[in-house]
């Protein structure tokens, strides 16, 4: 193991991996699971983490049908998984059950289309990018919105995001001024930076080079979160696989995984290889060397290597949601601990569970008023702190957030690299004048 924290642990021990649904042996029936659940709070279709998960999957046998398509109601908080005081695998179970009901063929024709559609943002990305204006409109007009519900069930209001006018790979390959060093590290920008908002990918690239870095951005796909959360593994893991495959030589070469998307890097940590089963040795290295780009800042703070002198002050109050997918990492609030060395900036914390938005649960008509129900505490949490802007490190809650509340958001390293003196664009850029 190198004494470097940017560079690639390469000695990882191969560990032994069990389909996620033998620790269904570990519920102890104790229902905190349900308690702590926001979906089973606010609808009767959803019973419970508990009797979906461990309860149900002693009914479920190899070939046949779930005793109990609630399951497809969860949204994939992973809230159930932070609380269980066994860990069992509640939201990988879950996960699993919903795809047996997807390969089963018991899934509507029309909604399958729909959830097939939602569920690969890249390849919208790579259709309506290049035509972001007039992608834009028929996206966002009240006659596309009416086309989407009538034909893909597609919820009216549904958060969905708009297209940015450039793609942030081409912006990084064009950099002339792009910094070189021998300390590197790659960042995986994931489709919403690369298709909708390129300005957080700039940021991060400016905070890394800002503190020494040269960042590498190699070809990648889709986390294949969002087809993992509609059921649909086998083109989830062909994404999976297609990554490993463009990131792992520079893992082996000493660099490490950056990624600003929490729900990205939760999926080549942790959510890919289980819900998978996908534990080669490749993907267990990729595993032990992706960063969220917090705890990899949290890291060089730590040790005495982050640039904190002449931060440039930011006299702003500002909520602060930390997703769901976030804190299912288990690292604490990296993004709080690097926000507080910005002088004069406030930072007041939601206590919510989750937005409700579940990544593309919250695109669903028969979700949607579910996902308003889940948030509603969270919206009026941002709407009485009042900022001009807000913060949260999940793309899909910034979205759905805002399109709830009217107040525009941006990602935590937008503001550190805002002061490290860099010029904001978006939201924070309109604030900062």
């Not at 924290?5 to 570990?26: F, G, N, R, Y």
């Not at 069930?153 to 390959?173: C, T, V």
């Not at 909708?196 to 070809?219: D, H, M, S, T, W």
Request: net charge neutral; glycine share 8%.
């Amino acid at each position: 193991m190198t004494n470097n924290i940017w560079e690639a642990q390469l000695d990882i021990t191969p560990s032994d991996h069990k389909p996620v649904e033998l620790t269904l042996d570990h519920c102890i029936k104790c229902n905190i699971c349900v308690t702590a659940c926001p979906v089973t709070a606010v609808t009767d279709l959803f019973p419970g983490p508990k009797y979906v998960g461990p309860q149900a999957g002693r009914f479920r046998h190899q070939g046949q049908p779930s005793p109990d398509h609630s399951v497809d109601y969860c949204n994939g908080c992973r809230v159930c998984n932070m609380v269980c005081p066994t860990g069992v695998k509640i939201a990988e179970i879950n996960g699993r059950a919903r795809a047996h009901i997807v390969q089963s063929g018991q899934v509507p024709l029309r909604r399958k289309l729909r959830n097939n559609l939602i569920a690969r943002p890249e390849l919208m990305g790579k259709v309506g990018q290049p035509l972001a204006p007039i992608a834009n409109v028929l996206l966002h007009s009240g006659f596309g919105r009416f086309f989407a519900k009538l034909l893909l069930d597609i919820a009216p209001n549904a958060p969905l995001p708009r297209f940015s006018g450039e793609r942030f790979s081409r912006w990084a390959r064009k950099r002339p001024d792009a910094v070189r060093s021998a300390r590197k590290v790659v960042y995986f920008h994931g489709c919403s930076t690369e298709y909708f908002e390129a300005r957080v990918g700039k940021a991060a690239v400016q905070v890394l080079e800002a503190n020494g870095f040269e960042v590498i951005v190699p070809p990648q796909n889709c986390c294949g979160l969002p087809l993992l959360s509609n059921g649909e593994f086998a083109a989830a893991q062909a994404y999976h696989e297609s990554n490993i495959h463009h990131l792992i030589d520079y893992v082996k070469q000493g660099c490490v995984i950056v990624g600003t998307s929490t729900s990205c890097t939760l999926t080549l940590k942790e959510e890919a290889p289980e819900m998978l089963a996908y534990h080669t040795p490749d993907a267990q290295l990729l595993t032990a060397n992706t960063f969220d780009i917090h705890e990899f800042l949290v890291h060089l703070l730590d040790a005495g290597e982050l640039k904190t002198d002449g931060l440039k002050p930011m006299p702003l109050t500002l909520a602060y949601h930390p997703p769901c997918q976030y804190r299912a990492h288990r690292l604490g609030r990296p993004s709080t601990e690097i926000m507080a060395l910005i002088p004069e900036l406030t930072i007041i914390e939601s206590q919510a569970a989750c937005c409700g938005v579940g990544g593309t649960y919250g695109y669903k008509a028969e979700k949607y008023d579910i996902t308003m129900a889940v948030g509603k505490s969270l919206f009026d949490f941002v709407q009485e702190v009042n900022g001009p802007i807000a913060v949260c490190d999940s793309e899909t809650c910034r979205w759905n957030i805002a399109a709830v509340t009217g107040v525009p958001f941006v990602h935590p390293i937008e503001l550190l690299a805002a002061a490290y003196g860099y010029e904001p664009e978006g939201p924070l850029a309109e604030v900062m004048k």
